[in-house]
T-cell receptor, first 110, second 112 residues
Framework: GDSVTQMEGPVTLSEEAFLTINCTYT??????LFWYVQYPGEGLQLLLK?????DKGSNKGFEATYRKETTSFHLEKGSVQVSDSAVYFC?????????FGTGTSLTVIP | SQTIHQWPATLVQPVGSPLSLECTVE??????LYWYRQAAGRGLQLLFY??????ISSEVPQNLSASRPQDRQFILSSKKLLLSDSGFYLC???????????FGPGTRLLVL
């Protein structure tokens, strides 16, 4: 069935380091792909999305490119800040169903 | 603009007690509504979704139930909580099935 696999955390980075969180998916058809972020004590917020192959979603300095050939949607940021500390969820949508990854916890230290 | 509310924010309940979590959406009509659970160290699990008043679909068999008494109100209930019901419960809405979902702040439930 359809599914999303994220790199396991936790991830700890120093401020201004480069971030990559890997996400690969398995899906029939042509899914839409999403990254959600969950800050401590809060619910999920949509961070960015891409609806077709080669689309790049971007927001708040984060980027992810929909790669159909590698079935991937890796999240990247060139220079992380302490305020980026959160749990990041990769998700896909096929038809009317959403599938979420298990989440990757990121801690950024000053 | 649309907003989604959940309450309570935190709840501690004894095993065997009942549960009622409420979710309301403002600023939109006939939203699709969803209940998710996030257990410690695990991903999101879709529990229920609703496309309209009184229409509930269950994704996972369990001792939880959901109801939608009004267009923008979605309630998650249990008659008798289990220890395994502990987790973070998230309500979400979307304009149509399969479209981007917007999440509420969540309710953290601890069953002792």
């Amino acid at each position: 069935g359809d599914s999303v696999t994220q790199m396991e955390g936790p991830v700890t980075l120093s401020e201004e380091a480069f971030l990559t969180i890997n996400c690969t998916y398995t899906a029939t058809g042509y899914p839409s792909l999403f990254w959600y972020v969950q800050y401590p004590g809060e619910g999920l917020q949509l961070l960015l999305k891409a609806t077709k192959a080669d689309d790049k979603g971007s927001n708040k300095g984060f980027e992810a490119t929909y790669r159909k050939e590698t079935t991937s949607f890796h999240l990247e940021k060139g220079s992380v800040q302490v305020s980026d500390s959160a749990v990041y969820f990769c998700a896909l949508r096929t038809g009317n169903q959403f599938y979420f990854g298990t989440g990757t916890s990121l801690t950024v230290i000053p | 603009s649309q907003t989604i509310h959940q309450w309570p924010a935190t709840l501690v309940q004894p095993v065997g007690s009942p549960l009622s979590l409420e979710c309301t959406v403002e600023g939109t009509s006939n939203p699709n509504l969803y209940w998710y659970r996030q257990a410690a160290g695990r991903g999101l699990q879709l529990l229920f979704y609703s496309v309209g008043i009184g229409q509930i679909s269950s994704e996972v068999p369990q001792n939880l139930s959901a109801s939608r008494p009004q267009d923008r109100q979605f309630i998650l209930s249990s008659k008798k909580l289990l220890l395994s019901d502990s987790g973070f419960y998230l309500c979400a809405w979307s304009v149509r099935p399969g479209e981007t979902q917007y999440f509420g702040p969540g309710t953290r439930l601890l069953v002792l």
